[in-house]
């Protein structure tokens, strides 16, 4: 792989031109007019801060993607989710989906993902794998461990794309273990030996997904336990956590 710097230049002059070109195409699907519309008319529902977690949904998502920086280029390449209501999982409803990216993918990143270059090839574009994940998790808080980096490719596909920007509830499971486990490293891995949770193969959307939303059930019980009982008040928590990592 290109050193970043060279992966820049590359995009700027090579690869973003010839995005436009190959997106261009899609603009006229149905899928991505619907697509348009229902984001720009889309609303947080305000009902979800003052409601008890304990009767909150929640979509715990997971991307595989081509690299670390959506801004160079870099796609999403598979997206997988889990429903949980409160502190139940739904075991029924899970999301897989498989995303058709516009430039090759390297060598590299098929291994660590076990996806191939045929499965790529057959996948569905963007907009109808993001179509299909918006509809999976409609009414739900989003989680993801860490959000930061998952909802930064969401917007950044979308831009790319020329859609509207995407805006919903949102909790981190990462500043949720900082806050919960500070003794413990807040990556994945070592959160799921601490918490004692069964991997799975990494680096599968899915897989990842379940492994989340497992050590989000144990991390949204450890928040019952400290008497937070609104989505505000782990907003709050959670704002508080950042403020003190900053200022550490």
């Not at 390449?77 to 429903?83: C, L």
């Not at 050590?215 to 403020?243: G, M, P, W």
């Amino acid at each position: 792989m290109l050193p970043v710097d060279l992966q820049i230049i590359k995009y700027i002059f090579f690869e973003k031109p010839m995005y436009h070109f190959k997106i261009k195409p899609f603009l006229k699907w149905n899928i991505y007019q619907s697509l348009e519309e229902t984001l720009s008319l889309y609303e947080k529902d305000t009902r979800f801060h003052q409601k008890k977690l304990e009767e909150l949904d929640f979509t715990i998502f997971d991307l595989e993607t081509t690299g670390f920086f959506p801004e160079i280029g870099h796609e999403i390449i598979s997206i997988g989710a889990i429903r949980l209501n409160g502190l139940h999982a739904c075991r029924s409803r899970k999301f897989h989906q498989i995303i058709r990216p516009i430039r090759p993918v390297n060598n590299q990143t098929l291994r660590l993902t076990g996806l191939t270059k045929q499965q790529l090839m057959d996948a569905s574009p963007f907009i109808e794998g993001f179509t299909n994940f918006l509809e999976f998790s409609e009414g739900s808080v989003l989680v993801a461990h860490p959000a930061k980096f998952d909802m930064r490719f969401l917007r950044a596909m979308l831009k790319r794309w020329k859609l509207p920007d995407y805006e919903p509830h949102v909790l981190d499971s990462q500043i949720m273990a900082q806050w919960l486990l500070p003794h413990v490293k807040h990556q994945l891995d070592p959160l799921l030996k601490y918490v004692g949770i069964d991997k799975r193969e990494r680096h599968h959307a899915l897989n990842d997904a379940i492994m989340t939303a497992e050590l989000f059930q144990f991390l949204l019980s450890k928040a019952l336990n400290h008497k937070i009982e609104t989505l505000d008040d782990l907003y709050t928590v959670c704002r508080n956590q950042q403020k003190a990592k900053q200022q550490s």
